[in-house]
């Protein structure tokens, strides 16, 4: 059974930084890529970042490019999110996904399994 | 970017009534086209990828169909867990794009 678990998520000022994690189990985690979908309070969901099984290639929202890096450590099956010069409009429940496609690549590949969010609050 | 638009933002129906959702593209994604069930404080649930390919698991009264630009997710004959939002989401490129959703409440 496909698990993952979300966490990191808290209250931070405003210029702030943090770092959320999501244990991955019960796959092969590095033939998956990730994503961070993040969904702000009562709104819609909207797509952050996502990285390759291998790690090698990144992808970000315009929204977070140069701020968010995603990472991944294969021998540990975590998936990480760092969060730097937080602004009030990236308050929202953090999500990581797994990628369907067992290749490793994240273009045309749906995303079929969520962690259960990890609520991130930017506020002074 | 690629803009999805579902319609209609929110619909009340009863059990056992047929329910239909559309999505629009923005511009052509072939078939590369999924939707999700969100229940409140839950995360999402992959339902339908690829226009139309059942996701295991998913109960056979969803379906969905479309290809290009538009598209539409079917729910033969509600049943009582299947009130939540309903998403749409692009996955033909990148940033992948969701659709503002569909509230699907009770009558």
């Known amino acids: 059974e496909v698990q993952l678990e979300d966490s990191g998520g808290g209250l931070v000022q405003p210029g702030g930084s943090l770092r959320l994690s999501c244990a991955a189990s019960?796959?092969?985690?590095?033939?998956?890529?990730m994503s961070w979908v993040r969904q702000a309070p009562g709104m819609g969901l909207e797509w952050v970042s996502a990285?390759?099984?291998?790690?090698?290639?990144?992808y970000y929202a315009d929204s977070v490019k140069g701020r968010f890096t995603i990472s991944r450590d294969t021998s540990k099956n975590t998936l990480f999110l760092q969060m730097k010069s937080l602004r009030a409009e990236d308050t929202a429940v953090y999500f990581c996904?797994?990628?369907?496609?067992?290749?490793?690549?994240?273009?045309?590949?749906?995303?079929?399994?969520w962690g259960q969010g990890t609520l991130v609050t930017v506020s002074s | 970017d690629i803009q999805m638009t579902q319609s209609p933002s929110s619909l009340s129906a009863s059990v056992g009534d047929r329910v239909t959702i559309t999505c629009r593209a923005s511009?052509?994604?072939?078939?590369?086209l999924n939707w999700y069930q969100q229940r409140p404080g839950k995360a999402p649930k992959l339902l339908i990828f690829?226009?139309?390919s059942l996701q295991s698991g998913v109960p056979l009264r969803f379906s969905g169909s479309g290809s290009g630009t538009d598209f539409t997710l079917t729910i033969s004959s509600l049943q009582p867990e299947d009130f939540a939002t309903y998403y749409c989401q692009q996955s033909y490129s990148t940033p992948p794009t969701f659709g503002q959703g569909t509230k699907l409440d009770i009558k």
């Open positions: 690829a226009a139309s």
């Open positions: 990285i390759s099984g291998t790690g090698g290639t990144t």
């Open positions: 996904a797994t990628h369907q496609d067992s290749s490793g690549f994240y273009q045309r590949s749906p995303i079929d399994y």
């Open positions: 511009q052509s994604i072939s078939s590369y």
């Open positions: 019960g796959f092969t985690f590095s033939s998956h890529a």
